[in-house]
């Protein structure tokens, strides 16, 4: 077996220092050492979309990077949409009144999709729309619902950047990485070289 | 689900990598955006033993003009290259194709190297560089060489580098002016690779006749390949509905054997590639000038 290595990231403001083996995928490293298990993990070769992350504010598929390539990174995850007090973000709200989810299996990457989207162009056109929603599947809604939402979503946020909802700074980007808020993965840390 | 153990080295400059592809010890493979060659490794198609990441070398990502090429750094993410005006304005039909790969979260990552490398007989980049002459350049042991694009697809996901040689540049002719250009592929959903696809530019001379023109089909066989035939009926003719259709036909029939599989059948394949030649030549003379003066 191949020993860990060392890796630092950022995740929702918060920095691990976590050892992980090479072949670990970044998605596997959110949910199994991180327990962060809001990204689901669909068909885990980039089709589905359903693992959706940022990192370093651009939205790609978890289960096409390695955590290891992640060293270094800023990653924002569904979990980190929500406010201090555990409020939705206007895209959920927007998601959740006009039905778009059903199972919710899809959710997390659609939200942090129309995030990324909405990040680079508060008032995104039709085509813009559905380029980005065609990279996420869903399998039961349907697509009407998710549609409306992302409109209704334009019009909650009206112009603000999805990071600035919640007062200044994206949820990704602590004030100071190197501060006090170093967190240690429950597993996975310090058991190799 | 994940990769078989393997081990992952990340250099910081093209020499480092090369080395570490040529460890006699190890299996290594390069690793550029991984939007192809993770899902390999997911489903364990591909066991390297190393991964050599050359997503943290310098220097690999420029989207520049020199000399009259359009010069991408192998790692130029095609996110990037969507966004640069200089390809949009300078070669469009790049852009063109680049808006055809994937989707927005897989052209974050997946970059033009990438594609290049990998070989995907239905993939845009490939058959665009063949339709524009672009060329690749590729670094070894022995230094660096430059590749012609219709001369680095050899087969099935297989290319003229050699082993422990990395790809770091793709360039492609700036678009000369007057030039006439379309880029045209079927696939079932957006975003999928196609099921045929043809590229296709073309000039018109002073008297408003086809000439230069390159046709080039793609998802139709195991490289992107020139319709010479097609190219020949085209040039020295006015533009006309009958000449493209012959062309399209002529070019669908000069596929030696055309893929089959479960998206679409080969004959269905070829029919693709007729009517989307067809088309493409017709689209691409909307674009076209005559020679100023003319």
């Known amino acids: 077996m191949i020993g860990e290595r060392r890796i630092r990231v950022s995740v929702n403001g918060t920095v691990y220092e976590v050892g992980v083996e090479p072949r670990t995928t970044l998605v596997d490293f959110i949910r199994g050492d991180l327990g962060l298990t809001g990204t689901h993990v669909g068909c885990e070769h980039g089709v589905c979309g359903a693992c959706t992350v940022l990192v370093d504010g651009l939205a790609v598929r978890s289960c096409l990077m390695l955590a290891v390539q992640a060293d270094g990174s800023e990653i924002t995850t569904v979990e980190g949409l929500e406010g201090p007090e555990g409020e939705l973000h206007p895209i959920q709200e927007a998601f959740r009144e006009e039905h778009g989810l059903q199972c919710g299996f899809c959710t997390p990457g659609f939200l942090m999709a129309t995030y990324e989207m909405l990040t680079d162009d508060p008032k995104p ?12 599947l869903c399998r039961c809604t349907g697509y009407q619902g998710i549609r409306r939402a992302v409109d209704s979503a334009i019009d909650k946020l009206g112009g603000t950047p999805p990071a600035d909802v919640f007062g200044a700074g994206d949820p990704g980007e602590p004030d100071d990485p190197d501060a006090d808020a170093v967190g240690a993965a429950p597993t996975g840390e310090g058991s190799h070289g | 689900m994940k990769p078989a153990p393997l081990d992952h080295a990340a250099p910081t400059t093209v020499g480092e990598a090369v080395a570490l592809l040529n460890d006699p010890e190890r299996e290594a493979v390069a690793l550029a955006g991984g939007q192809s060659l993770m899902p390999m490794l997911n489903l364990r198609l591909a066991r390297p033993d190393l991964l050599v990441d050359l997503t943290r070398i310098e220097g690999l990502d420029h989207i520049r003009e020199s000399g009259g090429w359009i010069e991408m750094g192998a790692m130029a993410t095609k996110r990037a290259v969507e966004r640069s005006s200089l390809v949009r304005e300078r070669q469009p039909m790049w852009h063109e194709a680049t808006l055809q790969i994937g989707h927005p979260q897989i052209r974050n990552r997946g970059t033009v190297g990438g594609s290049m490398a990998q070989a995907d007989p239905a993939a845009e980049y490939p058959a665009a560089a063949v339709a524009l002459g672009g060329e690749v350049k590729a ?87 020139r319709a010479v035939e097609a190219e020949k009926i085209v040039d020295g003719e006015a533009p006309g509905e009958e000449v493209f259709e012959r062309a399209g036909r002529a070019a669908a029939g000069a596929i030696d054997e055309p893929l089959a599989d479960v998206h679409a059948s080969a004959d269905y394949r070829r029919n693709l590639a007729a009517v989307l030649t067809g088309r493409a030549l017709a689209q691409a003379v909307t674009r076209a000038a005559r020679p100023e003066g003319s």
């Open chain 2, 139 to 225: 670094v070894g042991p022995s230094g660096e060489r430059t590749i012609p694009a219709t001369e680095f697809f050899l087969g099935y996901l297989t290319t003229a580098l050699a082993p422990g040689e990395i790809l770091t540049e793709v360039r492609v002719p700036v678009l000369p002016p007057g030039r006439g250009w379309a880029f045209r592929e079927v696939c079932r959903r957006h975003g999928d690779f196609a099921m045929a696809g043809t590229a296709v530019t073309v000039d018109l001379d002073a008297s408003g006749r086809c000439t230069a023109t390159r046709i080039a089909l793609f998802g139709v066989g195991p490289v992107p390949s």
């Open chain 1, 125 to 136: 056109d039709e085509d813009e729309i559905m380029e980005v929603l065609g990279g996420q």
